[in-house]
């Protein structure tokens, strides 16, 4: 198995979209996404790798409380993919109280009702977990899982099983969103 350390030197730079402990970097990248969306937009779905699956979700959470309050000029995805996905942090409070509190089911419940496919890993030791809260905070009936046992990465070249079946859940996400918007 590849680790990221195997593919890069001590001088090559490595970015993240925010920091773990500064709420004013998850506040940025919640407005840098809706402005993109807007430029972009508007997509059907989503798709997010490790913290990249975890902003996703923040961000589907802000638009489906917005929505839920009222407003119908937010996007909507009709789906999401997350691959081995971080852990969601709330946006209202990022945005609002300049805190980080990360959302978990006993708290929240099901905070994410489209259409979603988790690709995960139960040998991740990069972020060990990874991936397991994310599937908790999605609506069970329209959740489609595939573990696989490649760790922390999107399964490719190292497992033709792995793409195969990563793909089939990520089809099977698209078809019920595909449904669920023919209605």
């Known amino acids: 198995m590849y680790r990221i350390e195997s593919l890069r030197s001590e001088q090559d730079e490595l970015l993240r979209y925010v920091l773990d402990d500064d709420a004013a970097s998850y506040a940025q990248v919640i407005d840098d996404l809706q402005a993109f969306i807007q430029l972009e937009g508007p ?4 798709v997010g790798f490790s913290e990249g699956g975890a902003l996703a979700a923040s961000l589907l959470l802000y638009y489906e409380r ?3 309050s009222g407003d119908q000029t937010l ?3 009709n789906c999401a993919v997350f691959i081995c996905s971080g852990d969601l942090v709330d946006p209202d409070d990022v945005l609002t109280k300049t805190i980080i509190r990360k959302v978990n ?6 905070v994410i009702e489209i259409p979603t496919a988790h690709i995960l890993s139960e040998e991740d030791d990069l972020y ?4 397991q809260s994310m599937r908790t905070l999605c609506e069970p009936s329209l959740r489609e899982e595939f573990v696989h046992q490649l760790g922390h990465q999107v399964p490719g070249a190292l497992s033709n099983d792995g793409v195969f ?3 089939r859940a990520i089809q099977r996400t698209i078809h019920r969103a595909s449904a669920a918007k023919s209605f």
């Not at 060990?128 to 991936?131: A, D, I, L, Q, R």
């Open 43 to 46: 997509f059907d779905g989503i």
């Open 66 to 68: 917005r929505k839920t």
């Open 75 to 77: 996007p909507k995805f």
């Open 105 to 110: 089911f006993a708290a929240d419940g099901h």
């Open 128 to 131: 060990p977990g990874s991936g």
């Open 165 to 167: 079946e990563a793909a």
